[in-house]
């Protein structure tokens, strides 16, 4: 078996390699981004990105989702960080949050991703695709506010995003407009035949070939005037070697283990980023061209393993996250190999490559993103939900608005409510069928017939006319709440008065005329009772 996944792994080593360095390009800014926006130090972003890619990848089952920390979670450990008391304090809470997950993956916890709609997961990966959009527009003209780019858009006010892309319309850097529209040409001329079947070319990644534009333009513009301004470039601290960036890793204060603040972070910590970690699993098994499936469990546990790692080392937590994953996938990227070479460049990058990337263009990095939104978001995915039917687009249409109103758990579970609502309608009506013929009615109960039916039962019950002949047949239910058969007996004293002979069969495993069960208390009641 071993030798089996070594020969799979080296066999699409083409693939997953070129894949490996755009994830990490991508992965860069987001890195360092989420640390910044959470109030740690900029080092914690890298240290947990690195771990996701080094270890989390290797533990886990998934072989396209890229871990690393997500801005999901900036928030929590903004708020977090000072309410224990420091950074260091803080890092406990990680380590504590890593020992719960791997506690939920032994219990099997994994289970709850099987009760996400795929409405409502097609919904995230399109509101995340119009987040990117969103997001990536001021930096693709060189207007760009901050690094982050991830599952999250929250402007003060609804119109704020708006605004914000209107801004940055009206800052226009022609430098970065013109590494972005070449990028994206050269990404979607990259699709082309011509491109893809080259023996040579189609084993390189379009995005890669965009950002080396990029960087060349950055270099060939300085002192002109398309010349590229500093804070619109990639900007990584250097750490010069091993041994500096050992020295500068912040260990955990363990002595901080006696505060109950620390508990409660550390299972605010477990629950949100194991939640994260399950709906991006679920929706890279969607985006996934092999559609192979992810142990949910196994997950659990190498996230698990992970954060205990970046905790011990002064990293962020790590969830799977989606905009790296569909990089990925976007990328060409087959197995796990691609998430363990971005973990891999990013460490070798704080060590030997930070005078180079430097050079890259944040609007390069805002082209790759642009592309990936829009392959999420396109309108021919919209199309198509609207085809499935009311069922299936409504709960898809309020999980983009929600997502994008309020944030991404918020807006999941919105659209899974919103999802239940219409799961629950459409069993609330094929639990219970009639149909006429003449003055006789066959009533049949199907599946599970609850409480929720009643109203529905007896409506359909009050459609057959006096002197008819009905028969209420639960052959095939699994299941009948009391409730229902309460109902039926109520009716069948009630249908002597209309002149309605009723007879059951397989209700509550009793068949017979309404009148011989009601006066051998077979449903549970005798005639005498009324």
């Known amino acids: 078996m071993a030798r089996k996944q070594l020969a799979y792994y080296l066999q699409n080593l083409g693939h997953d390699i070129p894949a490996g360095i755009v994830v990490f390009l991508v992965a860069l800014p987001l890195c360092l981004g989420v640390a910044l926006a959470s109030g740690a130090p900029l080092l914690s972003g890298l240290v947990a990105g690195i771990v996701g890619g080094l270890v989390v ?5 998934s072989q396209l989702s890229v ?15 000072e309410q ?12 504590l949050a890593g020992v719960l997950q791997l506690m939920l993956g032994f219990l099997r916890a994994g289970v709850i991703s099987a009760y996400f709609p795929s409405a409502v997961i097609r919904g995230m990966l399109t509101a995340i695709g119009l987040i990117l959009i969103m997001k990536q527009l001021p930096h693709a003209v060189g207007y760009g506010v901050d690094l982050i780019v991830d599952e999250t858009y929250a402007p003060e006010t609804p119109s704020g995003a708006f605004f914000e892309i209107g801004d940055a319309l009206e800052a226009i850097s022609p430098g970065a407009a013109i590494v972005t529209t070449v990028a994206i040409f050269i990404m979607l001329i990259w699709e082309k035949p011509i491109f893809k079947t080259n023996r040579v070319l189609g084993q390189i990644p379009g995005p890669l070939i965009a950002v080396l534009w990029g960087v060349m333009f950055s270099m060939f513009s300085e002192g002109t005037p398309l010349e590229i301004a500093g ?31 620390i508990y409660i972070l550390a299972a605010t910590i477990a629950i949100i980023a194991s939640l994260e970690t399950l709906l991006s699993l679920e929706a890279i098994d969607k985006l ?13 546990k190498a996230q698990g393993v992970g954060n205990i790692l970046s905790g011990l080392l002064g990293g962020l937590p790590i969830t799977s996250v989606i905009v790296r994953s569909s990089a990925n996938v976007n990328a060409g990227g087959r197995t796990k190999v691609a998430s363990f070479v971005h973990g891999l460049m990013l ?12 050079y890259i263009p944040l609007s390069a990095l805002a082209a790759i993103l642009l592309i990936t939104g829009y392959k999420l978001a396109k309108p021919a995915i919209f199309l198509d939900m609207y085809r499935r039917g009311r069922d299936q687009f409504l709960p898809f249409a309020i999980t983009v608005i929600a997502i994008l109103a309020t944030d991404l758990l918020k807006g999941i579970a919105i659209g899974i409510v919103i999802g239940l609502f219409f799961v629950m309608k459409a069993n609330f009506h ?5 149909t ?5 009615y066959l009533l049949r109960f199907r599946k599970d017939v609850s409480f929720l039916n009643k109203p529905l039962l007896r409506e359909l019950l009050d459609q057959v006319e006096p002197d008819g002949h009905v028969i209420i047949d639960g052959t095939r239910a699994d299941f009948i709440d009391q409730d229902i058969l309460g109902s039926v007996r109520d009716y069948l004293i009630a249908a002597e008065e209309s002149r309605i002979t009723v007879h059951l069969r397989n209700v509550a495993g009793a068949s017979g005329t309404g009148r011989e069960l009601l006066e051998s208390g077979a449903l549970g009641v005798a005639a005498t009772s009324h």
């Open 436 to 440: 006429r013929d003449g003055n006789h």
């Open 347 to 358: 460490l070798l990058s704080i060590l030997f490559l930070v005078e180079w990337l430097n």
């Open 231 to 261: 804070q619109h470039l990639v900007s990584l601290p250097e750490h010069g070697n091993i041994g500096h960036l050992i020295g500068n890793l912040v260990a955990p204060d363990f002595t901080q283990l006696g505060n109950w603040q």
């Open 84 to 95: 224990v008391g420091g950074f260091e304090a803080f890092l406990v809470a990680v380590v």
């Open 430 to 434: 094929a639990a219970i069928a009639l």
């Open 57 to 61: 990848s290797w533990l886990s089952g």
């Open 288 to 300: 996934d061209p092999y559609r192979r499936v992810a142990p949910t469990n196994q997950e659990l």
């Open 67 to 81: 871990s690393g920390p997500a801005a999901g979670l900036t928030v929590i450990v903004l708020h977090g960080i």
